[in-house]
């Protein structure tokens, strides 16, 4: 398939290279996708530590240069290795990332990033040997890159093709410093320094200069980007995004079904599908109830939390009921680390209540497979949540999610209806405790008593599709839409093979044809004079395709 559209997503992290949160797992998964339908999908990301080290022998330097930072100018190297047919590039700077963590310390990190987008746009072109038609931006490490690409670039004629695409996985988090600091590092025309471009509260916002410059916001599901323009969750960029309202739309994440797919799964003790889902998980249940010394109790429902213990995920609602969730007979595993309030509270309720709960306060890639595998209920209360990848991954593994109504997480479980017997979990609307208490009683009474529902709950999630194959379309839509190039489309038979059908088709509806006619050359001119419509049908299919 011929690729048209060219594309740099441009990240602080990617999986399966370094990865914090949702946003690694995003921008390692898109453009693999995207590469699959037509489209020249290509990731740049700084060049830190762990990844120089793991993958030395791999990658392959193209060059360097000297990046112009305030007063001073710094080395910049550029690398690349090509993993699952897809090009990652890296920014190199020991001073900036050869730490062992991602994330050092907020004041620094601006400072880090600043540099990071600046090389970004220096080393795009006839240096990478790539000259994207879009540059994709993901949160607020790279938010400014679409102001400076027009400061720098675009008004001295430079990259004037180039359009770009901001993301917000999480609008709480928006980069924001001292305006002389990043004017100086960025070098900032005083004309942009404005409070309709990119000032907020008299500090440089990187995220709302990301939302201001670009041709397109995105975010990561419907009812976030709805969300967003209200006061409660807009972080107070509301009012930018009301105002830029006709450039901002949601598109769903993906799962990335390579690793979460329970009939392939090494990480868990029985691997299984929805055939035999009743059996996979009861031994895993089993296997984790005496890993975690839990009682081995297969009647017990086994609610599970993964997730970074911040208020953010509903550990408020979940700490005033838990102890009621436990006393009701449920079981409860929390697997995750955070702010130490949350930690130390999950772990005293534990304490008392040995048998029936255990807070693991890590994060164990292999342990949490091994719960999604073997809950059978998954919690969800969160205050707000973009699009959350967790309650897609528990309907995979067959474990129901409790989900409050909220961004992505409303986006995509649908609450079980007992008079249609439709849905995939349950579902709460206000950020109630006892809501959401009331809810998780309920779904464990179908558990104990109702089977035959709880089973068609399990099935529908376990069927449902999770994949990255139609937000990625989505986003090629997207891409098509600003840059005017229309996507490639599914290679046509030829003009003659079309032919052949037609000649066919025409003595199945005259049963009384001669001979002869089967012989004439005017049997295939018309399909021949044909084909030239044939070629530009798609083309019109792909103009339809656009996003709105």
């Not at 690729?3 to 995003?26: H, M, N, R």
């Not at 410093?177 to 590092?185: A, F, L, N, P, Y």
Request: proline residues 5%.
């Amino acid at each position: 398939m011929e690729k048209t559209i060219k594309v740099l997503l441009v990240s602080s992290e990617v999986s399966p290279f370094v990865k914090v949160g949702g946003l690694a797992d995003v921008v390692g998964a898109l453009p693999v996708e995207l590469n699959k339908q037509g489209v020249d999908a290509r990731v740049i990301l700084p060049l830190y530590k762990k990844v120089k080290v793991k993958y030395a022998d791999q990658l392959k330097f193209l060059g360097w240069k000297m990046v112009h930072m305030g007063w001073r100018y710094l080395y910049a190297g550029l690398f690349s290795l090509e993993q699952n047919g897809t090009v990652f590039y890296f920014v190199d700077n020991e001073y900036y990332f050869n730490f062992d963590q991602i994330y050092v310390e907020y004041v620094f990190d601006i400072e880090r990033y600043c540099f990071f987008q600046r090389a970004v746009l220096d080393f795009l072109g006839d240096f990478m040997n790539f000259e994207p038609n879009v540059l994709h931006c993901n949160d607020w490490q790279t938010g400014m890159i679409p102001m400076l690409l027009d400061a720098h670039f675009k008004k001295h004629g430079y990259h004037l093709d180039v359009q770009t695409v901001y993301t917000i996985h999480n609008l709480k988090y928006q980069g924001v410093h001292s305006t002389e600091v990043v004017k100086e590092m960025l070098d900032l025309p005083d004309e942009y320094i404005r409070e309709d471009f990119c000032i907020k509260d008299r500090a440089i916002n990187f995220m709302k200069a990301g939302i201001v410059f670009s041709n397109s916001v995105t975010t990561v599901s419907p009812t976030y980007a709805y969300e967003i323009m209200t006061d409660y969750y807009g972080e107070g960029l509301n009012w930018t995004l009301q105002k830029y309202a006709y450039k901002v739309s949601g598109i769903l994440n993906g799962m990335n079904d390579l690793e979460y797919d329970p009939s392939k799964d090494d990480k868990i003790p029985m691997k299984y599908t929805v055939k035999n889902y009743e059996k996979g998980k009861a031994v895993c249940k089993k296997s984790l109830q005496e890993q975690l010394g839990l009682d081995v109790n297969p009647g017990a429902p086994l609610c599970a939390m993964i997730s970074r213990l911040v208020d953010q995920k509903g550990l408020d609602l979940l700490l005033y009921v838990l102890e009621e969730i436990l006393y009701d007979g449920m079981q409860v595993v929390i697997l995750g680390t955070g702010d130490p309030y949350y930690e130390r509270a999950l772990v005293d309720i534990a304490n008392r209540n040995p048998g029936k709960m255990c807070a693991c306060i890590d994060f164990d890639g292999a342990l949490a497979h091994t719960i999604y595998a073997a809950s059978d209920i998954f919690l969800m209360p969160s205050i707000f949540e973009p699009c959350g990848l967790s309650q897609l991954v528990s309907m995979a593994y067959g474990s129901v999610p409790i989900v409050r109504e909220t961004g992505g997480l409303k986006d995509t479980v649908t609450p079980y209806n007992e008079f249609t017997g439709e849905g995939n979990g349950f579902s709460f609307a206000n950020i109630n405790a006892h809501e959401f208490l009331f809810v998780t009683k309920y779904a464990a009474d179908l558990y104990r008593n109702h089977k035959d529902v709880w089973n068609k709950l399990i099935e529908t999630g376990m069927k449902g599709d999770y994949s990255w194959k139609k937000s990625a379309a989505e986003y090629a839509g997207l891409f098509s839409l600003i840059t005017g190039i229309a996507l490639p489309q599914p290679e046509a038979p030829k003009a003659a093979d079309k032919a052949e059908p037609a000649a066919k088709k025409e003595p199945a509806k005259k049963p009384a044809a001669k001979k002869p006619a089967a012989k004439k050359p005017a049997a295939k001119n018309p399909a021949a004079k044909k084909a030239p419509a044939a070629k530009k049908a798609p083309a019109k299919k792909a103009e339809e395709k656009k996003p709105e």
